[in-house]
Every structure is written in C-alpha cells, then in structure tokens.
C-alpha cells in the first residue's frame, strides 16, 4: 500500500510507472507490468490504474497491444535519464568529477529529471559501454567528461541512439555539441599580464599530451602572445608534464633549474603542479619568479602564498551544460577564464 494523502492515485500510479521504467529493468520492446497486478500491488482500484497506463500510452512510453499485454515503447524527453560518464577509477579526478555533478544539478533538479553516474574502465570501456546501453533507451543523455570523450565511445553512444554532450572538448574532429574553457582566451590573459609586468622570459609548463586539442590551444595562445609582443620564443620555454602531479612536477622542476634559470615568471596548468613549481622555485632561491598557476578551481586552490591566478570552473561547465539539456537545444560553448590578481605582486 503506498500514501495518497496528497497527490491524485491517478499521478501516484503514473510516478510509480515512471520510476520502473528510469530503474533500468525495461528496455524499449520489453513487455511491461500488467494492470490486474499492479492494481493489486499498490491496493489501488483497476480503473485509476488502467488510467495511468492510458496517460503513458498517449505519451508514446508504452503501448498495448491486443492479445499480448502492454509494452515498453521509449520514454519523451521530459522525463529520460541523464548519465554522467567518467573515467576515474581510482577517484583521482574526484574533485573534478563531483563539480561536474553538481553543476548538472544546479541546472536540472527542479526538472525533476534523474542523474546517474556511469564509471567506465579505460582498459575495459566496451564493457562499461554495453552494461549502459541494456539499462537506457535511445534518447536518452550522456554527458561525457572530457577524460572519456574519445571516439570510440561517442560514435557507440550516438549510433545507439543516445544524446551526447561533452565537458571539455572531444580530443578529434567531430559535431560532438561540448561545453569547453576557452584556452586560447585565457592563456593569452594570463601571458598578457606577466608581458605587462615587464616579463620577457615566462615559461608555460603544461601537462604533456601532444594529441589534446586544448593542450595544442594553450601551447600556441601562448607563443602567439610572445610573438604578438615582441617576444621570441625560446624552446626552453615549454615544459611538458607527462604525469601532471604534485611530486613530479617537483622533481621536473628541481632538475630544470639546475640545467636553466634564465626565466622571470612561470604559467603553470594544474593546482598540484603549480605548488610543485612554486616549492622548487623557493628551495632554489627563486621565490622571486612570478607564478601564476593555471587552473579549474573546483580542483583546490593555492593557498600557501598569494597569487594571481588563472581559473576556470568545472562546476560553471556543467550547469551550462545542464542548461542546454534543459533547453533541448545541444551546441557548442567556450567558457572563459577568470585572472584573479594578487594584490601582494
């Protein structure tokens, strides 16, 4: 027996259908619950019930058919599921993911629309993509964190069917509707400031992934900007991180600075590489290099001295990510990014 103190039994029974179909159980074609049962269930009588099954009939979710029962037909827009896909199982990007989580909340839950998490194994993905396709139905939504939005797993979601979004840009040529940061824009700031301050030698250490479009975006924002001012580029300028962490971008950094001092400020992409950088810097006597560190800031913050600061949002990506959902309306946006300056420097 379930309360109907409030809502009409007609929208209980309705809810309740809802429920079984977002659960995963049904696919599209699957027979479904039958009235006689489910009148019995929820102690409701047949005719408020066979009404609820009328109303999602008229919505294209089930369909009857004479002398079979009644059967999973999809589900309208209103009400189908919304799936995050991530690839992080080891929680490294922990912070990062539950800010894209929140951002499609922040856009969504008065919807009422339901979001799930999807963790997909990068060694297995194929795995972790069919276990999702058996428990959805097309028309149904994935955001793709920036981390899974490869190829492979995009064209498998979209030739099934399935709606896909990005947060952060697909790393390939593609019409992938994507909600991204604007690279070029903001490595440009941050190298216009330090260029303002009268640097003539800065350093961009970034992490190292040669085939990232976002990282190809920074890299060439920021020697256009040096160009641009009259600056030639020097090649020592660009330091690759290839694992993008605090104790590697340490140890990256002390064994730079004992081949090259030759620089003034630094941009550094990432909060643990930029404390990496900026405690090598102070053990090398250097503490007067300019840092500004180059970030989501839904990821940590520098907080050991005072800084200027380039920052970007995970959490300012996804609600506008949740918004176009929202909207029905899938395109594609760059986000920009936020100098915070220090008043100290």
Not at 37 to 58: D, H, P
Not at 176 to 190: L, S
């Amino acid at each position: 027996m379930i309360n109907t103190a409030v809502t009409s039994k007609r929208d209980i029974v309705r809810r309740h259908l809802l429920e079984e179909l977002e659960s995963g159980k049904y696919r599209v074609g699957d027979a479904f619950l039958t009235e006689n049962n489910l009148s019995r269930e929820l102690g409701i009588c047949k005719n408020t019930v066979r009404e609820a099954f009328s109303s999602l009939v008229s919505d294209g979710i089930l369909v009857r058919r004479r002398g079979a029962g009644t059967f999973v037909h999809g589900l309208p827009s209103g009400d189908r599921r919304i799936t995050l896909f991530t690839s992080d199982p080891r929680g490294r990007f922990e912070p990062f993911t539950a800010a894209i989580l929140a951002g499609l909340h922040a856009a969504l839950d008065d919807t009422g629309r339901r979001i799930d998490q999807v963790t997909i194994d990068p060694g297995m993905p194929k795995e972790g993509i069919d276990a999702y396709l058996a428990k959805s139905v097309p028309g149904d939504t994935v955001v793709v964190g920036g981390f899974v939005a490869d190829r492979d797993t995009v064209d498998t979601l979209r030739r099934n069917g399935r709606q896909v979004i990005a947060i952060g840009m697909p790393d390939y040529d593609s019409d992938v509707p994507y909600v991204h940061t604007d690279h070029v824009g903001g490595i440009r700031m941050a190298a216009e400031y330090l260029l303002g301050k009268g640097h003539r030698s800065i350093l961009l250490v970034d992490r190292g992934n040669s085939h990232a479009i976002s990282y190809q975006d920074r890299r060439n924002s920021f020697i256009d900007t040096l160009v641009a001012h009259g600056v030639s580029p020097d090649a020592r300028w660009l330091v690759d991180l290839f694992t993008p962490d605090y104790r590697n971008a340490l140890e990256s950094a002390r064994r730079m600075l004992q081949r090259y001092r030759e620089f003034t400020a630094v941009i550094v992409y990432g909060v643990d590489c930029a404390l990496g950088f900026q405690d090598a810097l102070t053990e090398a006597g250097l503490a007067e290099v300019e840092l500004v560190p180059y970030y989501c800031n839904n990821c940590g913050g520098v907080s050991t001295v005072k800084l200027t600061t380039a920052e970007w949002s995970a959490f300012e990506m996804a609600q506008e990510a949740g918004n176009m959902i929202r909207s029905g309306k899938l395109e594609r946006k760059l986000l920009p990014v936020t100098l915070y300056k220090s008043e100290t420097k």
